[in-house]
């Protein structure tokens, strides 16, 4: 009969730490908020390991996998480790568990028992092992029961506070982005539309006869003083301008459509023509554009006259375009040429002068 009372302290004493123990771990959700699946999980399988004196306690979610091990236990398996040796104790089928199941675990006979969290275990699950022959008892399923519970309600707040901070974060990114392309596009619209204000202020200004844009194309060509010939990518005349007409005697109807080279250029220099203008298509280089050169042209007559030329490349979508501004510089070349001569002729009159008076010093002496 005196046992009776020792097992009824002892029961008492059991139930009060199994309070206890419930306590604690109603208490950790309090300090799980806004923190992460990996805190929780971690928390949670140390205060396990405390609380029921476990060997080891170890946990599976979708992406994370732990395990906490207890003091003595040397050298401390890894957590993959004691996961791959639990699969091969247990079934996929998580409803078909047993509890508790016995095996060798690292050279230990272990009891352990596994529990979902969520209730089809979709969180993941929780395995508590302990070399206790009596494990688990009922208090202690109880705190594990709970513990899961528990740990099943933190992780889905922490996924659903993961989801919304996601969401908000993409919805102020969102705006943020809508709210600059929207800065950006009014503030293109106010400069498109103060530069064509100006455009249209600078063209009434400078030439209020010319209402299309074609036109006042075509009144700069005419007027232009240097021959402007354009080109298409294929080297083809797309223009034409009177200044060219009258240099090098072709009509513009007659040279529209027609390749450069066999209208401006001599025959002897088209072939290095073709090849410069293939390689600026092939690299992007090239050794005219953007430069004053002097070259030789081809009249209609046959004739070939020195010209200075500068070629810009018209920047647009789409196939490139070309534009050459040409000089007739014959004119130049002649009053070049002649003052040559006459310096040439000066040089040597200089020459016989000093010769002259080398004769009379000589002569005097």
Same mark, same amino acid.
């Given at each position: 009969?005196?046992?009776?009372?020792?097992?009824?302290?002892?029961?008492?004493?059991?139930? /009060? /730490?199994?309070?206890?123990?419930?306590?604690?771990?109603?208490?950790?959700?309090?300090?799980?908020?806004?923190?992460?699946? =990996?805190?929780?999980?971690?928390?949670?399988l140390g205060a396990l390991l405390n609380l029921?004196?476990?060997?080891?306690?170890?946990?599976?979610?979708?992406?994370?996998?732990?395990?906490?091990?207890? !003091?003595?236990?040397? *050298?401390k398996p890894g957590a993959q480790a004691i996961g791959e040796i639990l699969r091969l104790w247990l079934p996929n089928d998580t409803q078909n568990w047993p509890h508790p199941v016995r095996g060798t675990l690292e050279g230990r006979e272990m009891s352990v028992v596994p529990m979902q969290l969520g209730v089809q275990g979709e969180t993941g699950i929780v395995i508590a092992g302990s070399s206790r022959v009596d494990f688990p008892q009922q208090t202690e399923k109880l705190v594990l029961s709970v513990a899961a519970n528990q740990a099943a309600v933190g992780l889905q707040a922490s996924s659903l506070l993961s989801a919304q901070r996601r969401v908000a974060s993409e919805l102020d990114q969102r705006v943020a982005q809508r709210t600059a392309e929207l800065a950006a596009t009014n503030e293109e619209l106010r400069k498109e539309i103060a530069e064509r204000k100006s455009v249209e202020e600078r063209l009434r200004q400078e030439e209020t006869e010319f209402k299309h844009s074609e036109a006042h194309k075509t009144a700069i060509l005419d007027s232009s003083l240097d021959c402007i010939v354009a080109m298409d990518h294929g080297s083809r005349i797309t223009e034409f301008? *009177?200044?060219? &007409?009258?240099?090098? $005697?072709?009509?513009?109807?007659?040279?529209?459509?027609?390749h450069q080279?066999?209208?401006?250029?001599? *025959?002897?220099?088209?072939?290095?023509?073709?090849? $410069?203008?293939?390689?600026?298509?092939?690299? $992007? &280089?090239?050794?005219?554009?953007?430069?004053?050169? &002097?070259?030789?042209?081809?009249?209609?007559?046959?004739?070939?006259?020195?010209? &200075?030329?500068?070629?810009?490349?018209?920047?647009?979508? $789409?196939? *490139?375009?070309?534009?050459?501004?040409?000089?007739?510089?014959?004119?130049?070349? /002649?009053?070049?040429?002649?003052?040559?001569?006459?310096?040439?002729?000066?040089?040597? =009159?200089?020459?016989?002068?000093?010769?002259?008076? /080398? !004769?009379l010093q000589s002569e005097s002496h």
């Open positions: 009969m005196a046992v009776q009372p020792e097992s009824s302290a002892d029961e008492i004493q059991g139930l /009060r /730490r199994c309070i206890n123990d419930l306590v604690s771990i109603l208490g950790l959700p309090a300090t799980w908020a806004g923190t992460e699946p =990996s805190r929780i999980v971690g928390d949670l029921l004196s476990l060997d080891f306690v170890y946990a599976r979610l979708t992406d994370l996998e732990l395990v906490r091990t207890a !003091t003595e236990w040397e *050298p301008n *009177p200044a060219a &007409e009258r240099t090098f $005697g072709y009509n513009k109807q007659d040279v529209v459509g027609k080279a066999d209208v401006l250029i001599p *025959p002897s220099l088209r072939e290095k023509h073709r090849f $410069g203008f293939a390689r600026h298509f092939a690299t $992007g &280089e090239s050794r005219v554009l953007g430069r004053r050169l &002097e070259m030789t042209a081809l009249c209609a007559d046959g004739r070939e006259i020195p010209v &200075e030329i500068a070629i810009t490349r018209i920047q647009q979508e $789409g196939p *490139p375009f070309f534009t050459g501004y040409l000089q007739d510089i014959t004119e130049r070349k /002649r009053n070049e040429h002649a003052l040559l001569e006459t310096h040439a002729k000066l040089t040597r =009159s200089e020459e016989r002068w000093r010769s002259d008076l /080398r !004769t």
